[in-house]
């Protein structure tokens, strides 16, 4: 329980501390912002891979086991949360986390951006979600909680300092995509390139699944 303990202490405070002294911005300012999100994206999956591996070693203490259905729930939750990652990842998204900025680009065709503004801290959410419903050992419950609420915490941080850190012109340019009914925003989501990302969340799901069971340990499929 210590490994597990130190390894979820670690994997927050490296998602803490960018945001001390804006520490996140001047590690930009010295290389650049692509070079960040690319080191920093290594650095936090090497870190979930430490924590998750942590979580599988630590002692059972059981509260509940997973069942047919709640497989079922989770499974179809971790396809929603995959297909939203791909889409968000592949569009560039000045009001939450993303891999680059192009705000003209994300405003002309927002694709995923249309219908949900935080579609990658969104699909963290469900995957943290979808774990707790089907680990009831109290590590995990503790490592997927604390990641739910890790998402939820980020999302309304999000929504607070974007206001701050982007200009008045610009804030209202990005919120455009967002305006309309849910079918005017729907209209506008779709374009080919939604159609490839959906294509590839489904592919990258499936060989998940059934990566899963070889490389963790657990098999989703087993339950059918």
């Excluded at 997973?66 to 497989?71: A, G, K, N, S």
């Amino acid at each position: 329980m210590f490994e597990f303990l130190l390894a979820l202490f670690v994997f927050l405070f490296a998602h803490i501390l960018p945001q001390i002294g804006d520490l996140r911005g001047k590690i930009i300012s010295l290389t650049s912002r692509k070079t960040y999100i690319i080191g920093y994206s290594i650095f936090s999956t090497v870190l979930l891979v430490w924590l998750v591996s942590a979580a599988l070693r630590a002692p059972r203490t059981i509260f509940y086991a997973p069942d047919p259905f709640t497989v079922r729930i989770a499974m179809a939750l971790m396809l929603v949360a995959i297909i939203l990652f791909v889409m968000g990842a592949a569009r560039p998204n000045s009001l939450s986390v993303s891999f680059r900025r192009n705000l003209q680009q994300e405003v002309a065709h927002p694709g995923i951006l249309a219908l949900v503004r935080h579609p990658i801290i969104t699909a963290f959410g469900l995957w943290a979600f979808a774990h707790i419903l089907v680990n009831g050992e109290l590590a995990n419950i503790l490592l997927f909680g604390i990641m739910l609420a890790f998402s939820v915490l980020g999302i309304v941080r999000l929504n607070t300092s974007k206001t701050k850190k982007l200009s008045a012109e610009d804030y209202a340019l990005a919120k455009q995509k967002e305006a309309g009914s849910w079918s005017q925003r729907a209209r506008r989501a779709l374009d080919w390139q939604l159609a490839i990302e959906l294509v590839v969340g489904i592919i990258a799901y499936m060989a998940i699944l059934h990566a899963h069971g070889p490389v963790i340990g657990v098999d989703p499929l087993a339950y059918f």
